[in-house]
């Protein structure tokens, strides 16, 4: 698996903001580039790392990444990779299913993780709804769908899980 390296510049020479205001973009990006490194997660990861950080979603939607990993000092892919999606207008099932794989391959205990995916399964319900009801609902993108279908088979073959305990 190659090693990437960092994009040409998606980040801006500035403080991040919430939740990591002490550290600049570039440290944010390369801290979330190493994660795409160190748990090979390959090409489609490290794209959809660009496009997130080119479409600055933080600045206009809010970002906190805290529901569950309470760091301000440790920044944490599965929740920046669910965050832009949740706040874009397009999460869900497959969005879910994605953070429940990135929380997997850094280093979450199946408990554990599991845990932190239904309790999203759960509590996305009610922002889908909620964003349904405003009509700011929006179709998922390509690469959403592409990232799911990969993240499927990871699943099945690195952790053994079968298709049934993701079904809710």
Not at 3 to 16: G, I, R
Not at 78 to 91: E, N, P
Not at 126 to 133: A, E
């Amino acid at each position: 698996m190659e090693n990437f390296e960092p994009y040409t510049a998606p980040y801006k020479d500035q403080l991040f903001g919430k939740p990591y205001r002490f550290f600049t973009e570039k440290a944010v990006y390369v801290s979330f580039l190493k994660q795409v490194n160190t748990f090979k997660l390959g090409i489609n990861y490290y794209n959809c790392l660009n496009l997130i950080f080119k479409s600055r979603f933080w600045e206009t939607h809010g970002f906190d990444a805290k529901t569950f990993v309470k760091d301000n000092y440790q920044g944490n892919i599965s929740s920046f990779f669910h965050d832009y999606a949740s706040r874009c207008g397009f999460g869900g099932k497959k969005n879910d299913i994605i953070f429940l794989y990135l929380e997997l391959k850094s280093g979450a205990g199946i408990k554990w993780a599991f845990t932190q995916y239904f309790a999203v399964r759960v509590g996305a319900q009610f922002f889908i709804l909620r964003d349904y009801i405003k009509g700011e609902r929006v179709q998922e993108p390509e690469w959403l769908k592409d990232l799911y279908k990969e993240t499927i088979v990871k699943l099945k073959r690195e952790y053994k899980i079968k298709s049934w305990k993701l079904l809710i």
